[in-house]
């Protein structure tokens, strides 16, 4: 399972920073098929939109979601949580509302939808995480969303997770900022990761890559390498991972 990560800003991101540096906002894309989220400032990296199949949302915040982007990929299945599914309109998009808990198979991929601890405009919206699996392996999809909700834990269960894509939002040094409410912090990172690892449900090798960065609460990329320790790796726009 390759991931690219397109875009790995948070909302706050419209064009470079003081320092000149600049994030995308956040979008990943999955063995050059399926898709989690899209802007237009995601579009342009893509390499190949006409391989792209399927597009997984994890909710309706206009830095998750585009629908001009969106319509630019057509022809293509399009999934969201049916509390707000009917909302996505377009030629060539065939949308499928989601469950919680119950798996699709989309472009190879087995994806489960679970609720995260986030929130939306929209009323009665459940924004998203995602289980992820193809041949063995398997990935936890955690963004946007502070800390990982009751049911999350339930739906992966025991299972084994390969690797963990976390929603980071909040840089270290700003633990106490009202954004944990519904993002994370990294010192929050560690603790779910921990966590997993004490429960045999991720090794302690295995990745956990910091993804949805704020533009105002973290330093530059290069002090963030060096800052923050493996095996949390911060992701950059356009960079790629296997798992």
Request: hydrophobic share 35%; proline share 4%; net charge negative.
């Amino acid at each position: 399972m390759k991931a690219m990560f397109l875009g790995t800003g948070a909302a706050d991101w419209s064009g470079p920073d003081e320092n000149g540096e600049y994030r995308r906002l956040t979008s990943t894309l999955l063995d050059g098929t399926l898709l989690i989220d899209v802007t237009r400032s995601t579009l342009a990296s893509i390499k190949d939109p006409s391989a792209v199949t399927d597009v997984f949302f994890t909710h309706s915040h206009d830095d998750h979601f585009d629908p001009e982007a969106l319509r630019a990929l057509a022809p293509c299945r399009v999934y969201a949580h049916e509390s707000w599914a009917d909302c996505i309109k377009g030629d060539g998009l065939n949308v499928i509302p989601l469950q919680i808990g119950v798996p699709v198979e989309a472009a190879g991929f087995t994806v489960t939808p679970m609720p995260s601890n986030h929130y939306s405009d929209r009323e009665n919206e459940t924004t998203l995480h995602y289980l992820i699996e193809k041949e063995g392996k398997r990935l936890l999809y955690a963004t946007d969303g502070g800390w990982l909700t009751t049911r999350e834990n339930q739906i992966v269960g025991d299972r084994k997770l390969d690797g963990v894509v976390f929603d980071a939002t909040v840089g270290e040094g700003y633990s106490d900022d009202f954004q944990i409410f519904h993002h994370n912090s990294v010192d929050m990172i560690r603790l779910m990761r921990g966590a997993l690892v004490k429960t045999g449900r991720l090794q302690a090798s295995s990745p956990v890559f910091l993804t949805h960065l704020s533009r105002t609460l973290h330093d530059t990329q290069a002090v963030l390498e060096r800052r923050i320790e493996r095996p949390l790796i911060v992701c950059y726009d356009g960079m790629e991972a296997y798992l």
